[in-house]
């Protein structure tokens, strides 16, 4: 693996190293995926957002502040693909339990995949909002800093929201007894 900087690959990019770019793609292509996965829970159109992302990202390449962490910008990039994803799809369908993905996970967080198809089709019933925030720290052990830069939000917001989100998740497996 190529252990260049980001900011040093991305630096290289901007002057036409287009190889530079497929550095960081390699490096975080599973997490955008990871992320995607697991606040819209359909393996394809999670890959279809990573890939998105990327486009993006490559697109707006200029616009980005190399004083900041890359990953960060990235998964926020990666964070609002999976927003406007499901605010689209929630205006076609209503979310319910018969569009769980019955997919294997690319990340097997658990070794039990039945605890892991009950534990996303737990998370799939919270807010977005406190989905989010739940799977950036718990899944991609990300910081409050972190998670404030990526969404765009107070940490004191990242904070109330995982309360809250761990609260919710809670009541949803104890009630399915889980």
């Known amino acids: ?93 209503l979310l319910s339990d018969d569009h769980v993905s019955h997919d294997q996970t690319p990340d097997e967080k658990f070794d039990d995949a039945e605890s892991d198809e009950q534990l996303q089709t737990a998370l799939m019933q919270l807010n977005p909002d406190y989905r989010i925030v739940l799977v950036l720290c718990h899944f991609h052990n990300l910081s409050y800093k972190e998670i404030s830069s990526i969404l765009d939000v107070p940490e ?11 609260k919710n998740l809670k009541e949803l497996l104890e009630r399915e007894n889980i």
Not at 15 to 39: M, T
Not at 156 to 166: D, E, I, M, N, P
Request: a positive charge; aromatic letters at 14%.
């Open 1 to 93: 693996m190529n252990d260049k900087s980001d900011s040093v690959l991305v630096k290289e990019c901007l002057s036409g190293i287009k190889k530079s770019f497929e550095i960081l793609v390699d490096r975080y292509q599973k997490p955008v995926f990871n992320v995607a996965f697991r606040i819209i829970n359909n393996y394809d159109d999670a890959a279809e957002i990573a890939q998105t992302t990327f486009i993006k990202a490559f697109e707006n390449l200029s616009t980005f502040d190399t004083k900041r962490k890359f990953f960060s910008w990235l998964y926020r990039i990666a964070t609002n693909e999976s927003l406007n994803y499901l605010k689209a799809r929630k205006q076609h369908e």
């Open 156 to 166: 004191k917001t990242v904070k109330s929201r995982l309360f809250s989100a761990r």
